[in-house]
């Protein structure tokens, strides 16, 4: 059963609409995503590039600049190794466009999600060093990869990390002793002594700071980097960050900038998908475009989504574009299936009784683990790992809920895993088959969480009848945007709504549309996208119904109406 708790955040907003030029109950929603004091509020409403931070505050930036300068000059062989995600195929564009813009040897390696698994390994530095490379350096990974720099190391290379996962760290009498690999620099502002003000940046977002940097030490206009801003919000929106301070900033630009991109890729990945170009949001990015970008290193292998940023010509564009989209169909169709199989287990077996669920597919492709745990969150609002056979072990991912840190819980686990890491919110591991049962014993062992923790917490912005909705308002509400993780659509709640009409739609019938009527006469269409026959049956048996509802606009042949869209239901 959800629990409906309304936010109540106090502060003057009368003052706040006035001095803003905004409504009320604007300046309200504002307060409740903790936007507080004026220059904060300012640089929500109104921050731009300007107000980005210096990438120079980074620990060891200067080490690295000073390397890659030498490097360069120098005509060095260097190599950028990313990762296999959204956020290590921008990452890695991004270093390659920053580097070869100023005139650096430069090239790439991607690892293979199944032959090479996660991040920096043995295969990718043997590669390098027969390539005769001179320099490696990691994106969206490394801070993890200790034994494979000290390998590397040895062999001679210089190696600069640059990344944002959580440092790795080791439990000794309830004190964190962290490990930092050898690097030469290591660039990761999550670590303790880094003073850079904002800790949150996507892997992109960090090679993105380090580009920055460097072509203003070497005397360069970074502004001629600008255009790479849009893959730093592709990699923010797709890596699920924060959408708050900087991340912010870089997602909002870099959506006004991808709609008129001149990347012939993504140009055509945004045409080939059906976006609309001037509706372009950070909902196409998370659902639309990036799960494209995503399928290649999960299907097939990251170096065509890397492929499709750097191609040059329309026609090859296209046809790149046209593949990605192909395999992101084929990949949901596996999706479906598996979650099916893994919903089976969760309700049929004794999984049912545990907190935290660990759901063995052995037969399941190996990258769809991530999203498969992130359904089975969502459905039973436990924290839930997904394992799949591999090779030689089982490869799996977790996805959580906010009460459980993913990461510091797996580290109690460390010695029954071969390999893991991660956020708070998510993680990735490789396990001994045996272990599996072991390892499901000892999470649910050790986990704290309460029933009231477990229980989904829908919190309600403000309760407001569907009768103080206008277009003015919904624009308004817009000003907030890009919304998703760390800024949320805003949530409104109203009880008491009489169901006057009601039918299921869409190709799935899985989207419900409405006529409501409130007590106050004044009536709205309403759209429910989810499990429509639960809906309908629920409506059905009631006189009314309580909602949580997002208001908007509804565009349709050029006609506009009012609607809500709603959420949850009781």
């Not at 195929?89 to 698994?117: F, H, M, Q």
């Not at 964190?176 to 940046?201: N, S, W």
């Not at 255009?227 to 959408?243: P, R």
């Not at 012939?264 to 609309?276: M, N, S």
């Amino acid at each position: 059963m959800e629990r409906w708790v309304l936010l109540r955040k106090g502060a003057d907003f009368e003052a706040i609409g006035k001095k803003y030029q905004i409504s009320p109950r604007l300046a309200c929603l504002i307060r409740n995503r903790d936007v507080i004091g004026e220059e904060a509020i300012e640089r929500y409403l109104n921050g731009t590039i300007s107000d980005l931070y210096d990438g120079m505050l980074m620990k060891d930036a200067d080490k690295a600049i000073d390397i890659l300068k030498e490097k360069i000059a120098e005509e060095k062989k260097i190599r950028v190794i990313g990762d296999y995600d959204i956020d290590g195929v921008n990452a890695t564009y991004i270093l390659l466009e920053g580097l070869e813009r100023l005139g650096a040897y430069v090239d790439s390696d991607i690892p293979d999600r199944i032959g090479d698994g996660y991040g920096l390994n043995r295969h990718l530095i043997d590669r390098a060093y027969d390539a005769g490379i001179d320099t490696i350096i990691t994106c969206d990974n490394g801070i993890a990869a200790a034994n494979e720099i000290a390998y590397g190391k040895e062999l001679g290379m210089t190696i600069i990390v640059t990344d944002h996962h959580e440092i790795p760290f080791d439990e000794i009498d309830g004190e964190k002793i962290y490990r930092l690999p050898p690097a030469d620099a290591v660039i990761d502002p999550k670590q303790k002594d880094c003073v850079y003000p904002f800790k949150g940046l996507c892997g992109a977002a960090v090679a993105y700071k380090l580009m920055e940097a460097l072509w203003e030490s070497m005397g360069k206009d970074s502004t001629d980097l600008d255009d790479l801003i849009e893959n730093v919000a592709i990699a923010t929106v797709g890596d699920v960050m924060d959408l708050e301070d900087e991340n912010r900033i870089f997602v909002k630009e870099g959506l006004q900038m991808l709609k008129r991109t001149k990347n012939p890729g993504l140009k055509a990945l945004i045409e080939c998908t059906g976006i609309d170009k001037e509706s372009l949001n950070s909902y196409h990015i998370g659902f639309v475009l990036g799960p494209c970008i995503n399928a290649s290193g999960r299907l097939d292998t990251a170096k065509r989504a890397l492929k499709l940023l750097r191609v040059r010509t329309q026609k090859e564009a296209d046809i790149l574009a046209g593949d990605l989209k192909a395999l992101n169909d084929s990949r949901k169709d596996m999706t479906e299936e598996a979650v099916k199989l893994a919903k089976e287990q969760v309700e049929t077996t004794d999984l049912s009784d545990d907190r935290v669920l660990v759901i063995y597919l052995p037969d399941c492709h190996e990258s769809l683990a991530g999203i498969i745990a992130g359904r089975i969150r969502e459905k039973y609002h436990r924290p839930a790992f997904v394992l799949t056979g591999g090779e030689t072990s089982a490869k799996g991912s977790g996805r959580s809920i906010e009460s459980y840190s993913m990461y510091e819980e797996l580290v109690k686990c460390a010695d029954l895993m071969i390999q893991f890491g991660g956020h708070p919110m998510a993680a990735g591991l490789s396990i001994e088959e045996k272990n599996i049962e072991e390892f499901r014993r000892r999470l649910n062992v050790n986990c704290t969480l309460t029933d009231e923790e477990l229980r989904p917490k829908i919190v309600i912005d403000v309760p407001m009848p569907v009768s103080y909705i206008t277009k003015e308002l919904v624009e308004q509400i817009s000003l907030l945007e890009p919304f998703g993780k760390g800024n949320t659509k805003p949530v409104f709640a109203q009880k008491n709504l009489r169901v006057l009409d009601h039918s299921i739609i869409g190709k799935n019938k899985n989207v419900v549309k409405l006529k409501l009527l409130d007590s106050q006469g004044i009536s709205v269409e309403g759209i429910y996208f989810g499990e429509a026959e639960d809906f309908v049956n629920f409506i059905r048996e009631k006189d009314s119904i309580s909602v949580t509802y997002y208001p908007e606009i509804n565009r349709f042949r050029g006609r506009e109406s009012l609607q809500i869209i709603i959420q949850n239901y009781c």
